[in-house]
C-alpha cells in the first residue's frame, strides 16, 4: 500500500488535491496528457473497481493508461472531461 502523499507524485497522471469545502473531503483532479488529435471518439474510458483505464487509438496504433483510484474515492462521482489543453482531466472526491 502506498501513502496519499506518494500517491500525488504519479507524474504520468499529474494528481493534485483541491479543498472540497467540507470537512475530511478532497477533491482528487488528475491531467493525464493525450496525444495531439485525440477526440473523445477514439478514447474509451473503463472503471474497474478502483482501477480507471483509458484506452485510445492514435497514428501510432493502440495505446493505454491505468491508473488505481485512491481507495477513498467517490467513484460515482467521477468526472472525465478533455479539454484543448492537451490533457484528460479527472476528477472525483475523496475522504482524507
Given at each position: 500500500?502506498?501513502?496519499?502523499?506518494?500517491?500525488?507524485?504519479n507524474?504520468?497522471?499529474n494528481?493534485?488535491?483541491?479543498d472540497?469545502?467540507e470537512?475530511?473531503?478532497?477533491i482528487?483532479?488528475m491531467r493525464?496528457?493525450?496525444?495531439?488529435g485525440?477526440t473523445?471518439?477514439?478514447?474509451?474510458?473503463?472503471?474497474n473497481?478502483h482501477?480507471?483505464?483509458i484506452?485510445?487509438?492514435?497514428k501510432?496504433?493502440p495505446?493505454?493508461?491505468q491508473?488505481?483510484?485512491w481507495?477513498t474515492?467517490?467513484?460515482d462521482?467521477?468526472?472525465t472531461?478533455?479539454k484543448?489543453?492537451?490533457?484528460?482531466h479527472?476528477?472525483v472526491?475523496?475522504?482524507?
Amino acid at each position: 500500500m502506498f501513502t496519499l502523499e506518494q500517491f500525488l507524485q504519479n507524474t504520468t497522471w499529474n494528481p493534485t488535491l483541491e479543498d472540497a469545502g467540507e470537512a475530511g473531503k478532497k477533491i482528487l483532479h488528475m491531467r493525464l496528457q493525450v496525444k495531439p488529435g485525440t477526440t473523445a471518439n477514439n478514447m474509451d474510458i473503463k472503471l474497474n473497481g478502483h482501477d480507471l483505464r483509458i484506452n485510445f487509438e492514435n497514428k501510432a496504433g493502440p495505446e493505454f493508461k491505468q491508473v488505481t483510484i485512491w481507495p477513498t474515492a467517490e467513484l460515482d462521482k467521477l468526472k472525465t472531461e478533455l479539454k484543448n489543453d492537451g490533457y484528460l482531466h479527472i476528477t472525483v472526491p475523496i475522504k482524507v
